[in-house]
Nanobody, 123 residues
């Protein structure tokens, strides 16, 4: 599976962005999907995950209530809607796919990764 993340950019605090992760080469429906992020000088951290059908989701405490993960298995795309953005949300955001665990928060359980898209939130 090849994953292509897009939708990042520069936004003011309080603003919104929607990230997309388009898959090619294979259907996404067998995979649990996740979003991770990595800020400069920090380790990659879990942001959100969705089940294969998109019916169950999990979020990091830091984004709960502000971010929404969703997926469209017909169009092979996963989304991350980000509202009420904060400067602390500034990072490179990665989408990833895995089949190991239900709603995994562990990055090394993900086997396919997109290239990342930069999100910068100004104060």
């Amino acid at each position: 599976v090849q994953l292509q993340a897009s939708g990042g950019g520069l936004v003011q605090a309080g603003g919104s962005l929607r990230l997309s992760c388009a898959a090619s080469g294979r259907t996404l429906s067998p995979y649990g999907m996740g979003w991770f992020r990595q800020a400069p000088g920090k380790e990659r951290e879990f942001v959100a995950a969705t089940s294969r059908a998109g019916t169950v989701t999990r979020y990091a405490d830091s984004v709960k209530g502000r971010f929404t993960i969703s997926r469209d298995n017909v169009n092979n795309t996963v989304y991350l809607r980000m509202n009420i953005l904060k400067p602390d949300d500034t990072a490179v955001y990665y989408c990833a796919a895995q089949t190991i665990a239900f709603l995994s928060e562990i990055s090394h359980e993900y086997i396919y990764w997109g290239q990342g898209t930069q999100v910068t939130v100004s104060s």
